[in-house]
């Protein structure tokens, strides 16, 4: 299945030609800076990462100049390359080299593993550049070379096809030029076998690939699953008084935070921490909204109340029914009384017209 000499070396001749030599943490079998330059392309292009790991190597020259400098200066440095945990986790490596490992780092990738923020991965291809020891990788371009070569299908992040892609990525190891074929691995996802539109046509592997030859490269690797959007229902009492409405200010932090909303709840609760009493109520039409995180189905009733007394309610106030929607209420809220005021008035207009229709009948 895997076809290791064939994969492997078609990759190393590849890259002897076509793959990035000139990168400036190549050329080198410093572990620091091999090492330096795998925690910042984690999550980073190289294009972003090349003036950051030049600036960051004229301040931190070696593994003693980070161990002894202030997290605060390190973390100054690296400032605007994001994922913060990357710089603390650096320079707590550092420190534990030089104190635990005499300012040198293990040659292996098994010893390597062991320092704070260094994955299996990572570690790997430290050892590989820096020692030419032979250790697979399986980043994120690993992944997704691997999974369009050998058509595997399932989410890489799930745990069988994550072992089954680190199987793969040992066993595809050659015997020789370990470095070589290590940088293709890397070459070829970032810039070939790229997440859209890869390059098939320049690809090394592309005679073997799997998914080339079922037209799948579009939808391998598989995508996460996206997760069942969470379901809420919320009451929302639309208290009228003849032409008014009543709202209430929400909360100033949580969901519309500081907006006017009509009051939330079960309507007998509203009713009874207002002190208001119905008339009459019914339900109207539900509205569904999409937030980020969930969808939100607002469930209106409408109550006609007696002529209100004075609220002691703090935050609550009447307003007119036709200025309602522009008082400072959220989206949903505002296409919910939009709504709801619409329909009132047409109900009106057909009231009035039946009204003039009767009127005129008895003339």
């Given at each position: 299945m895997?076809?290791s000499p064939s994969f ?7 890259q ?5 030599h ?5 050329n080198?079998?410093d572990?620091?800076?091999?090492w330096?330059s795998?925690i910042?392309?984690q ?12 600036r960051?190597?004229a301040?931190?020259?070696d593994?003693?100049a980070l ?8 973390m ?5 390359l994001?994922y ?9 490596c ?9 300012g ?7 010893g390597?593993?062991?320092?704070p ?6 570690a790997?291809?430290v ?9 697979a990788i399986?980043?994120g371009n ?10 595997i299908?399932g989410?890489?992040?799930t745990a069988a096809?994550?072992r089954?892609?680190w199987?793969l990525?040992?066993?595809?190891l ?7 074929y ?8 970032a ?8 390059a098939?046509e320049?690809?090394p ?9 079922q037209?799948?490269?579009a939808?391998l690797?598989?995508?996460?699953p996206r ?5 809420r ?5 639309l208290?009228?008084d003849?032409a008014r409405l009543l709202?209430?200010?929400r909360p100033?932090?949580g969901?519309?935070?500081?907006l ?21 109520c019914?339900?109207l ?8 995180h ?10 006609d109340v007696?002529?209100?007394p ?9 307003v007119?029914?036709?200025q ?8 949903p809220?505002?296409?919910l009384l939009?709504s709801f ?9 057909s009231?009035d017209?039946?009204?003039?229709r009767q009127a005129?009948?008895?003339?």
């Amino acid at each position: 299945m895997t076809d290791s000499p064939s994969f492997a070396d078609h990759l190393v001749a590849w890259q002897k030609t076509a793959g990035r030599h000139d990168l400036p943490w190549q050329n080198t079998r410093d572990p620091y800076r091999v090492w330096l330059s795998e925690i910042m392309l984690q999550q980073t292009q190289v294009t972003t990462v090349i003036p950051y790991y030049q600036r960051f190597l004229a301040r931190f020259p070696d593994i003693q100049a980070l161990a002894a400098a202030p997290v605060e200066t390190v973390m100054e440095h690296w400032a605007g390359l994001g994922y913060y945990a990357r710089a603390r986790n650096l320079h707590r490596c550092a420190r534990e080299v030089v104190a635990h490992h005499s300012g040198r780092f293990p040659a292996s990738a098994a010893g390597l593993e062991e320092l704070p923020g260094i994955g299996r991965s990572t570690a790997a291809a430290v050892a590989a550049f820096a020692f030419g020891e032979r250790a697979a990788i399986l980043d994120g371009n690993v992944k997704r070379v691997l999974c369009r070569y050998f058509a595997i299908d399932g989410f890489p992040g799930t745990a069988a096809v994550h072992r089954q892609l680190w199987q793969l990525a040992e066993s595809l190891l050659p015997q020789r030029d370990i470095e070589a074929y290590t940088q293709g691995l890397m070459d070829l996802g970032a810039g070939t076998c790229t997440r859209s539109r890869p390059a098939c046509e320049r690809c090394p592997l592309t005679a073997g690939c799997q998914a080339r030859q079922q037209g799948r490269q579009a939808t391998l690797p598989t995508a996460r699953p996206r997760p069942a959007i969470p379901e809420r229902t919320a009451t929302f009492v639309l208290l009228r008084d003849g032409a008014r409405l009543l709202l209430e200010r929400r909360p100033p932090v949580g969901l519309w935070g500081g907006l006017l909303v009509p009051p939330e709840g079960a309507v007998d609760a509203v009713l009874a921490r207002l002190g208001l009493r119905a008339r009459d109520c019914r339900s109207l039409p539900p509205l569904r909204h999409s937030f980020t995180h969930f969808r939100l189905t607002l469930e209106p009733v409408l109550c006609d109340v007696e002529a209100a007394p004075r609220l002691a309610e703090p935050g609550c106030e009447w307003v007119a029914l036709e200025q309602a929607a522009t008082a400072g209420v959220p989206t949903p809220i505002r296409k919910l009384l939009i709504s709801f005021i619409n329909q009132s008035s047409t109900r009106r207009r057909s009231a009035d017209s039946a009204v003039a229709r009767q009127a005129k009948a008895t003339k």
